[in-house]
Each structure stands twice: as structure tokens, then as C-alpha cells.
């Protein structure tokens, strides 16, 4: 079957750096996608990875290793804001996005 | 990145009656949306691929003739919940992936619905 794990909660304390992993095992790999959710609100777009190695965008960077079948969502300097659930998602052969169930994130002061 | 709405954003609604929700890409044709039920707490479950003048293709254990999808043109899909009962109330959200290569979806705000 398909699967992505990933830590069910975090805590990480405002102004510190945070690393949140995910391991998937599925059938094919078309890329990963990491999105941002908050309490109540839509998902939204971070990053997304097909190719080994790290992706940096401002705060937060995405590793891929295909081999290893594993990701990493890194939050540096963090804000209150940045609060919330954090989802991978696997792109599979057939091109469809498989879901993790998400990392709740708590940030605290 | 792309644009989606969805409307309406709240809905509360009598058990026995039915739903229409909303899902439009405001800045790009989209051949392909996604409909998706979340449960307080849990994660996105994906109900239904919608592709553009076709019929939908449900995911296993969701009702097509329960939630009925219609894709008539690039920009808009509706989901309608007929007969909705208590235990369809949920966060419904729409997504529409990204035409330009990359497989990326983007989600439109989401519509809470609450049957009472």
C-alpha cells in the first residue's frame, strides 16, 4: 500500500529553527509537495521537490532524497504565525497527490 | 501562484436539503479540479477528481450520486451534497492543479457546511 508518515505534533519555541520530516513509501514518485494549513483555512502551496537535494525559500527550505524516500520541511527563525499544520503530499505514478496526515506545529514564545 | 475562490465560505442548511458549492480558478483554465472533505482534526480526504466536460472520478467509499459534480467549463466547478444529513457537515475544499507543468494544487478557501 501507499504511505507517507510524518510527526502527528512539534513544538518549537518562537525565534528557533524547526525540522519536520517525512517518510513516504509509494507507488512511483512524480514529486513531494509540502503545504502550510491552518486552523480552520484552506492548504497552501510551500514547496515542491522532484529532484534530490534542498530547495530554499526565504524561511523555509524542503530536502528530497528519492533513494531514501524521505523529505524535510526546515522553519527557521520562527514567528508565531507560523503556527499551524504542516502537510507532505507524494505525487504517484498515476499522478495522484497521496497525503500525509500532517504535522501540527506549536510555536511558543 | 494560481487563484481559486469557492462559495460560499459558510453554509448551514436544513437535513433533507441540498447544497451547491462553488469552485472557480480565477487566473487560470483548469482542466482538472479536486474536491476534498476534511473532519475537524484529521486530515484532507479527496472525494472526487473533476476533469472538464466528463464525468467525475469518485474516490472509493464516496457516493456520486450523493455528491454530485459537474466541470461544464475550464474555470468552474460545482459540487452539490443532495439530501445532506447531519453527518455531512465538514469542511469541503476545492483545489485546481496548475497548468503551467509543475503538478502543483492550489486550494480555494474552503466551505464549512453545517446540517442541521
Known amino acids: 500500500g501507499q504511505n507517507i508518515d510524518q510527526p502527528t505534533e512539534m513544538t518549537a519555541t518562537e525565534g528557533a529553527i524547526v525540522q519536520i520530516n517525512c517518510t513516504y513509501q509509494t507507488s512511483g514518485f512524480n514529486g513531494l509537495f509540502w503545504y502550510q494549513q491552518h486552523a480552520g483555512e484552506a492548504p497552501t502551496f510551500l514547496s515542491y521537490n522532484v529532484l534530490d537535494g534542498l530547495e530554499e525559500k526565504g524561511r523555509f527550505s524542503s530536502f528530497l532524497s528519492r533513494s531514501k524516500g524521505y523529505s524535510y520541511l526546515l522553519l527557521k527563525e520562527l514567528q508565531m504565525k507560523d503556527s499551524a499544520s504542516y502537510l507532505c503530499a507524494v505525487l504517484d505514478s498515476n499522478y495522484q497527490l497521496i497525503w500525509g496526515a500532517g504535522t501540527k506545529l506549536i510555536i511558543k514564545p | 501562484g494560481a487563484v481559486v475562490s469557492q462559495h460560499p465560505s459558510r453554509v448551514i442548511c436544513k437535513s433533507g436539503t441540498s447544497v451547491k458549492i462553488e469552485c472557480r480558478s480565477l487566473?487560470?483554465?483548469?482542466?482538472?479540479m479536486f474536491w476534498y472533505r476534511q473532519f475537524p482534526k484529521q486530515s484532507l480526504m479527496l472525494m472526487a477528481t473533476?476533469?472538464?466536460?466528463?464525468?467525475?472520478?469518485?474516490e472509493q467509499g464516496v457516493e456520486k450520486d450523493k455528491f454530485l459534480i459537474n466541470h461544464a467549463s475550464l474555470t468552474l466547478s460545482t459540487l452539490t451534497v443532495t439530501s445532506a444529513h447531519p453527518e455531512d457537515s465538514s469542511f469541503y475544499i476545492c483545489?485546481?492543479?496548475?497548468?503551467?507543468?509543475?503538478?502543483?494544487?492550489?486550494f480555494g478557501p474552503g466551505t464549512r457546511l453545517l446540517v442541521l
Open positions: 487566473d487560470f483554465q483548469a482542466t482538472t
Open positions: 473533476s476533469n472538464e466536460g466528463s464525468k467525475a472520478t469518485y
Open positions: 483545489s485546481a492543479r496548475d497548468p503551467g507543468g509543475v503538478e502543483t494544487q492550489y
